[in-house]
């Protein structure tokens, strides 16, 4: 069973820039797509962004697109969320999730996910 660890999160200026980080340990990493979720209070937890196992595809939310990257390291077991021009809507919980089933879009079609981050973004 693979398992996934957040770090990097907390308390920001809005058009700050954080890193986050999701590692791995146990499992076959490098073979799964890895995405990124964030659930905001009295929210659905909403998708982010995806990469692919290879790193040449990913995806991104339009709310963040232009804004944030996710470039994935396989020698490290590594996959980070870099975070940009950080607005007050950006304040939520960041999750990692890998292995996707059908759909990268979607947070219940992931297999694995980390506990959170948080991250908070003040005007």
């Known amino acids: 069973q693979v398992q996934l660890v957040e770090s990097g999160g907390g308390l920001v200026q809005a058009g700050a820039s954080l890193r986050l980080s999701c590692a791995h340990s146990?499992?076959?990493?490098?073979?799964?797509?890895v995405g990124w979720f964030r659930q905001a209070p009295v929210k659905e937890r909403e998708f982010v962004a995806v990469?692919?196992?290879?790193?040449?595809?990913?995806f991104y939310a339009p709310s963040v697109k232009g804004r944030f990257t996710i470039p994935r390291d396989n020698a490290k077991n590594t996959v980070y969320l870099q975070m940009n021009s950080l607005k007050p809507g950006d304040t939520a919980v960041y999750y990692c999730?890998?292995?996707?089933?059908?759909?990268?879009?979607?947070?219940?079609?992931?297999?694995?996910w980390g506990q959170g981050t948080q991250v908070t973004v003040s005007s």
């Open positions: 990469i692919s196992w290879s790193g040449s595809t990913t």
């Open positions: 146990g499992g076959t990493f490098n073979s799964y797509p």
């Open positions: 999730a890998a292995d996707p089933s059908g759909s990268y879009y979607s947070p219940d079609d992931y297999s694995y």
